[in-house]
């Protein structure tokens, strides 16, 4: 360990304090490269000190005069930060975050006076970047952009976040700044490809790890089957949040501080609450079992004690107010709190030390995340203990039986889509609201960015005069994107008895989350939607405790509209193109919380939607469809059970969620005339999945082969083939058809 001879020696001195005493080689290179203006992503594991090799530059160049801009996804963490700035008492660094939460008095102070400013992605958008003129001593002496745990801006939301940074580096430009950018990133094949796609700058990168850690053990773990039988006759899996509940209690009974991941905020909150139930169980048994002592003073406190026991578990989540959120961290770091049930929100680096142990129930999407959320136990170089337990879903199954996947070669990669058009236009706008665009300004937004705006011209949003292109129009041209949503306005979450707002959905994300009949979430409560209503804009919803959660199911039609890349692939041929798809949300499941068992399905009256996207098909030659069908295989079934696991399969390629993509499979598709399996990217101009499916296809249809014959069901269940949100009722399937499927294209 050492440190590079700019390091400044105030902060040498006072990390000397803490027994800091250099950096690691790839915190030394990444701040290095920094410091001399490279731009830079390290890729790293968690607790590896990323935050070392971004602070080291980022305090030299507050000392030299300069200044610093520091994003990250979520406000806590940017809080976080901002703690350990100012406790590290640097006088000339004058450390201040500025989000939503910032007063409007102390703003003109940031502006003015602050020359290490933490924020986020969304601030940037709407304020800091249309009031440039307000920050120009901040922009004339940037010298340094850390983009921390950029890993998490994958997708949609990745690509607004391409397209703000170029309207940064813009901005920039205009002042006469050209700052280095320092990306900080949890481990992910091909970071500085990823960097550079989100920057649009060229990228080095640092992929080593040298710090010292803990041994964290890994268990996989995969429930049972149970007696139950679901959709089909299929058997139901002992449900991961069943499984994670009874450990979480367990743990939290033996003393361990638990941190529990759960993919969804209804799950987390329904691990908290069945731990904390089977806690108030555990306490009400001991009272009554332990005869009242003689003489009694001793156990005076245990009556409380034993109470108090459910309230050891909470759950938390990122929608939470800020002071909640701090109660919360607060008493899990003092250990008043010893178990947490949380989604991804507690993932981005809120800085909860000295756990035990993580559960993580169901794959939490990526690799990175997976590392991410097992970090979190034993910070501080002792032992942990993380556990994945598996899902009913095909992803989770092939991973529990190919651990591979999870210890060799990161194999997914951070994908996003700049060049979207419905993302690109929007920025243009605000950029050129910000600076009127000129010739010059296009290579920086992209080959696409003439053809674009073209069309805004087109469309009156922008005028094109002799010196570029401008923004005329009164509305401000940042609310023409919608950052983190995926379009459309927002959907009111009220409550019926007292018309108490208790929250808001996207209007897309509402046919699948609130409608009539969902059960619905909120800090802890449960509630049941009474009726949405899309046309006024709100979803009333009342207070219930039902025993089942709901999956809403939609039936979906595609075209194709052009194919703009195809190869053979075995006797068939991949494709990759533009595609629209009309989408339904036709009915809900029902399924019982703690068994998974299947309640049955009713049916729902909503509005098609429909989306220009981009999807990767294959096809079948009618010659091998005929031969299969002689075997006796059901061809529909057999491509929409490769469709239904291939969807499941394609996160482990790419980032992306399974509800991201969808799919349709067809035994004869009218635009193709052949057997086609579709997978599509499930935003409005396509998010990038697809395209790395069509990138990766061999390894991908390899893996969801191997996913739906490493399940040991006899003929298709969750864990393999069946979808949750299949509008088809999962009719029909044929799992040793699918498997005799990919075989063939796969030519093995
Ligand atoms: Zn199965
Ligand atoms: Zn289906």
């Not at 909860?352 to 990175?368: C, E, F, M, N, Q």
Request: charged share 20%.
């Amino acid at each position: 360990m050492r440190w590079p001879k700019w390091a400044p020696e105030v902060l040498v001195t006072r990390l000397a304090n803490r027994g800091v005493t250099g950096l690691w080689p790839h915190q030394y290179e990444a701040a290095d490269l920094a410091h001399r203006g490279r731009n830079v992503i390290i890729s790293t594991g968690t607790a590896s000190g990323k935050s070392l090799a971004y602070l080291t530059p980022a305090v030299a160049s507050c000392l030299d005069g300069g200044t610093v801009l520091y994003l990250t996804p979520t406000k806590a963490l940017a809080a976080d930060q901002l703690r350990g700035l100012r406790e590290l008492r640097i006088t000339q660094v004058r450390a201040a975050s500025f989000d939503g939460d910032t007063p409007f008095e102390e703003r003109t102070w940031v502006r003015q006076h602050a020359n290490y400013v933490l924020t986020n992605p969304d601030m940037l958008h709407r304020s800091v970047l249309p009031r440039h003129s307000q920050w120009s001593s901040f922009f004339r002496r940037l010298r340094l952009v850390v983009v921390d745990e950029c890993h998490g801006y994958r997708g949609v939301f990745g690509s607004h976040v391409a397209q703000i940074l170029r309207r940064l580096r813009r901005v920039c430009a205009k002042y006469g700044s050209q700052p280095a950018f320092l990306l900080a990133s949890a481990t992910a094949s091909e970071p500085g490809a990823f960097a550079m796609r989100l920057t649009g700058l060229e990228m080095d990168e640092v992929t080593s790890d040298a710090s010292p850690k803990g041994a964290t053990t890994i268990a996989l773990w995969e429930p049972p089957l149970t007696e139950l039988r679901g959709e089909g006759g299929a058997p139901v899996r002992r449900t991961a949040t069943a499984e994670t509940a009874d450990l979480l209690a367990d743990l939290v009974l033996a003393d361990v501080r638990t941190l529990a991941f759960v993919r969804s905020r209804r799950g987390a909150e329904t691990v908290a609450l069945t731990a904390r139930a089977k806690l108030a169980d555990v306490a009400h048994s001991l009272r009554h079992a332990v005869p009242a002592p003689t003489p009694p003073e001793p156990v005076a406190e245990q009556p409380d004690a034993l109470a108090d026991l459910p309230g050891k578990i909470a759950a938390y989540r990122a929608g939470y107010l800020a002071e909640d959120r701090r109660l919360l961290e607060k008493a899990l770091r003092s250990g008043a709190l010893m178990g947490l049930a949380t989604t991804n929100a507690l993932e981005l680096g809120v800085d909860v030390s000295g756990l035990d142990a993580v559960l993580i129930a169901g794959w939490p999407g990526t690799r990175a995340s997976l590392w991410q959320q097992a970090g979190r136990a034993g910070r501080a170089g002792q032992d942990a203990l993380a556990v994945l337990i598996a899902r009913d879903d095909p992803l989770d199954t092939y991973l529990v039986h190919h651990p591979q996947a999870l210890f060799g070669r990161p194999v997914e990669a951070i994908v996003l889509d700049p060049d979207n058009p419905y993302v690109l236009g929007p920025h243009l706008c605000a950029a050129a609201a910000e600076i009127p665009l000129t010739e010059a300004d296009l290579p920086v937004f992209g080959d696409t960015a003439a053809t674009v705006l073209d069309a805004l011209v087109s469309d009156g949003l922008l005028r094109r005069r002799p010196a570029g292109w401008f923004w005329t129009r009164r509305e401000r041209a940042t609310d023409l994107a919608d950052i983190r949503g995926g379009g459309g306005a927002p959907i009111q979450v009220v409550e019926s008895g007292t018309g108490r707002l208790l929250g808001s959905v996207d209007e897309p994300s509402a046919h699948t989350t609130v409608h009539t009949g969902a059960v619905y979430l909120h800090q802890g409560e449960t509630f049941l939607v009474e009726t949405l209503d899309l046309d006024a804009g709100v979803a009333l919803v009342s207070n219930a405790d039902p025993d089942y959660t709901t999956f809403a199911r939609d039936v979906t039609d595609i075209s194709v509209l052009a194919s703009s890349r195809s190869h053979d692939l075995g006797p068939g041929r991949l494709h990759f193109g533009e595609v629209e798809v009309t989408r339904q949300v036709v009915s809900y499941l029902k399924r019982r919380v703690q068994s998974g068992e299947m309640l049955g399905d009713e049916p729902l009256d909503l509005p098609p939607r429909t989306l220009r996207t981009r999807a990767v098909w294959w096809t079948l030659p009618a010659s091998q469809v005929a031969a299969l069908a002689e075997e006796g295989f059901d061809l529909g079934g057999a491509a929409h059970a490769a469709e239904h696991a291939s969807i499941g399969l394609l996160p482990l390629f790419a980032t992306c969620d399974r509800w991201d993509i969808g799919g349709v499979s067809t035994e004869l598709h009218a635009d193709t005339g052949l057997l086609t399996v579709f997978v599509y990217d499930g935003h409005e101009g396509g998010a990038g999945f697809a395209e790395r499916g069509y990138a990766r296809a061999s390894d991908w249809l390899t893996a969801t082969r191997e996913a739906i014959a490493s399940c040991e069901c006899e003929r298709g269940c969750p864990s393999c083939i069946q979808s949750p949100k299949c509008g088809n009722g999962n009719e029909p399937l044929d799992k040793r058809g699918a498997i005799r499927l990919l075989d063939i294209l796969l030519d093995a």
